[in-house]
């Protein structure tokens, strides 16, 4: 990059260079990697102004960062960001070789947040919008059911029986107890009614929700269509794959350490049993841990009187020290959840190092944003399970918004909420239901169908299976709070699902009763 560049991004980010430190960084081509870089040094030090001691005193950090900086470049192929050799940035390619180290039961980070923040306009609103849906346009399109689709702009006046695929504007129910859709595609909008006449397709319209992507089958014309059927953009696997290896994945989250009422001594049995030396134990290879690992502050209310450690970086070095206890060749999968610091706008990036620091320094940590997709379990023969990690903070919205899951209480069971995204292809389908970042590609799209989708944030246990998925809900380890027990919340505690690869048995452990377990095959998971 030439000076000019150089300043303008400097400019973008509020930062001012020492004129030896622009010189050396005048060797980098990437605006993206030296945006990704001011932040880092910024939010590092506090500081506008960066010089080349600051660079050198937090070299270390940066390189962390940078070498487990991962981006989707293919299908097998991960792309690392390279720091100009001038940088005295060293052992970058160890660092590679480590992380794209994929033998047995290694991790690939498919897909991951680690986007920069910036201004946000009205047309990155329209952008983000319009790619949505033609993702989610370009999945319905393989349903052959859709027959004589058309753009909406395409139709005529005369009755016709045709297909179209929308993004729901609006509904509402009419005095006739007809539900009312105003749907648009890229070239219009297009009424479409659902018939109280048609009761199994009134009752499943009503659990449509504003802004997603649905197909739509019938009779009309440029004014109404008459739907005859529905068709969701769910997320469906042809088979339930099983490894060649037995190997064990556990998932946790919502550890939230900071918490007076964080249960230490039960994650301390889980830590031992993670250590243990017995067949079972040796053979747990993967921990997910999906967000909220410590409890922050100023999450709600007059939480100050719940926290035993009151700044973040004291509780983030706590579960790092205990995090440090288990055993090397455990990949510990991490991603932040809304207590993490992190932005509330979703996707979110990964945690802060200003205060995540000592993650950073745990090798067999793999820190990434919420949600991402990694790949565990590749091998000659194998290709390993997709596993989508969602913190879940969206969940709530369609606990208490969508029919059917309200009546089946889901804040409860939050795995049929898990069932409800998958079927919207979505995590966050409507506009109002988490607080997002609008990016050319929408990092919440369920693009490609996950054979795992874990989540957290309710602090309730659950497992179920949804068109050959596996939705898997995580306990907490903290225990009731004055403001849960507020919101009639009622939190499972320190039980976390064991998979097994190669039998896909799951095994919940209960470390809060010290139960050995309950087993349930996939056959028992319907």
């Given at each position: 990059m030439n000076q000019e560049e150089i300043q303008k991004i400097c400019i973008e980010k509020n930062v001012l260079l020492e004129d030896s430190l622009i010189k050396n960084l005048s060797s980098l081509e990437d605006p993206l990697l030296f945006g990704f870089l001011l932040d880092k040094l910024k939010s590092l030090s506090g500081k506008k102004f960066i010089t080349n001691n600051l660079f050198e005193k937090n070299e270390k950090i940066i390189k962390k960062f940078f070498g487990k900086l991962a981006l989707k470049k293919g299908v097998n192929e991960i792309e690392f960001y390279k720091f100009p050799k001038e940088f005295s940035i060293k052992n970058l390619k160890k660092i590679e070789k480590s992380i794209n180290s994929y033998e047995e039961g290694a991790v690939k980070v498919l897909a991951s947040s680690f986007s920069m923040g910036k201004k946000l306009e009205v047309k990155d609103f329209v952008y983000h919008f319009r790619n949505r849906y033609e993702d989610l346009k370009e999945i319905l399109n393989e349903k052959e059911e859709l027959e004589n689709l058309v753009s909406i702009n395409k139709l005529?006046?005369?009755?016709?029986?045709?297909?179209?695929?929308?993004?729901?504007?609006?509904?509402?129910?009419?005095?006739?107890?007809?539900?009312?859709?105003?749907?648009?595609?890229?070239?219009?909008?297009?009424?479409?009614?659902?018939?109280?006449?048609?009761?199994?397709?009134?009752?499943?319209?009503?659990?449509?929700?504003?802004?997603?992507?649905?197909?739509?089958?019938?009779?009309?014309?440029?004014?109404?269509?008459?739907?005859?059927?529905?068709?969701?953009?769910?997320?469906?696997?042809?088979?339930?794959?099983?490894?060649?290896?037995?190997?064990?994945?556990?998932?946790?989250?919502?550890?939230?350490?900071?918490?007076?009422?964080?249960?230490?001594?039960?994650?301390?049995?889980?830590?031992?049993?993670?250590?243990?030396?017995?067949?079972?134990?040796?053979?747990?290879?993967?921990?997910?841990?999906?967000?909220?690992?410590?409890?922050?502050?100023?999450?709600?209310?007059?939480?100050?009187?719940?926290?035993?450690?009151?700044?973040?970086?004291?509780?983030?070095?706590?579960?790092?020290?205990?995090?440090?206890?288990?055993?090397?060749?455990?990949?510990?999968?991490?991603?932040?959840?809304?207590?993490?610091?992190?932005?509330?706008?979703?996707?979110?990036?990964?945690?802060?190092?200003?205060?995540?620091?000592?993650?950073?320094?745990?090798?067999?940590?793999?820190?990434?944003?919420?949600?991402?997709?990694?790949?565990?379990?590749?091998?000659?023969?194998?290709?390993?399970?997709?596993?989508?990690?969602?913190?879940?903070?969206?969940?709530?919205?369609?606990?208490?918004?969508?029919?059917?899951?309200?009546?089946?209480?889901?804040?409860?069971?939050?795995?049929?909420?898990?069932?409800?995204?998958?079927?919207?292809?979505?995590?966050?389908?409507?506009?109002?239901?988490?607080?997002?970042?609008?990016?050319e590609k929408d990092g919440l799209l369920i693009k490609k169908t996950p054979d795992i989708f874990v989540s957290g944030h309710t602090h309730k246990s659950g497992a179920a299976y949804f068109n050959n998925v596996l939705a898997l809900s995580v306990s907490s380890w903290e225990g009731l709070t004055p403001y849960q027990e507020k919101f009639g919340n009622k939190p499972d505690h320190c039980k976390v699902p064991m998979f097994n690869l190669k039998t896909r048995q799951i095994k919940i452990l209960d470390f809060e009763t010290g139960q050995d377990g309950i087993k349930l095959s996939s056959e028992e998971l319907k």
């Open positions: 005529s006046n005369e009755k016709q029986k045709f297909s179209v695929i929308g993004m729901v504007y609006s509904k509402k129910i009419t005095k006739n107890k007809n539900i009312l859709l105003e749907i648009e595609d890229l070239t219009g909008k297009l009424n479409v009614l659902i018939s109280s006449s048609k009761e199994d397709l009134l009752k499943e319209s009503e659990d449509i929700t504003l802004d997603s992507v649905i197909g739509f089958k019938g009779v009309g014309n440029s004014e109404i269509l008459f739907a005859n059927e529905i068709f969701f953009p769910e997320a469906y696997l042809s088979e339930r794959k099983k490894s060649l290896s037995e190997e064990y994945a556990l998932f946790i989250g919502d550890i939230h350490y900071g918490s007076k009422n964080f249960l230490e001594k039960d994650f301390l049995n889980f830590l031992n049993f993670l250590n243990e030396e017995t067949p079972e134990s040796r053979k747990i290879k993967y921990l997910f841990i999906v967000g909220d690992l410590v409890t922050g502050i100023g999450n709600y209310p007059n939480q100050e009187p719940d926290l035993k450690i009151k700044d973040l970086e004291g509780q983030f070095q706590k579960i790092a020290e205990l995090l440090g206890k288990i055993r090397k060749d455990i990949k510990i999968i991490i991603s932040p959840g809304n207590h993490d610091c992190v932005r509330l706008m979703e996707p979110q990036p990964l945690l802060d190092e200003k205060y995540a620091w000592p993650l950073y320094e745990l090798e067999n940590v793999i820190l990434l944003g919420n949600p991402s997709m990694v790949n565990i379990g590749e091998m000659e023969g194998f290709g390993g399970f997709n596993v989508l990690i969602y913190h879940g903070f969206s969940f709530p919205f369609y606990a208490n918004n969508i029919p059917k899951l309200i009546e089946e209480k889901t804040m409860n069971q939050p795995e049929k909420i898990m069932g409800y995204l998958l079927k919207n292809r979505h995590l966050a389908p409507t506009h109002a239901s988490t607080q997002f970042f609008p990016s």
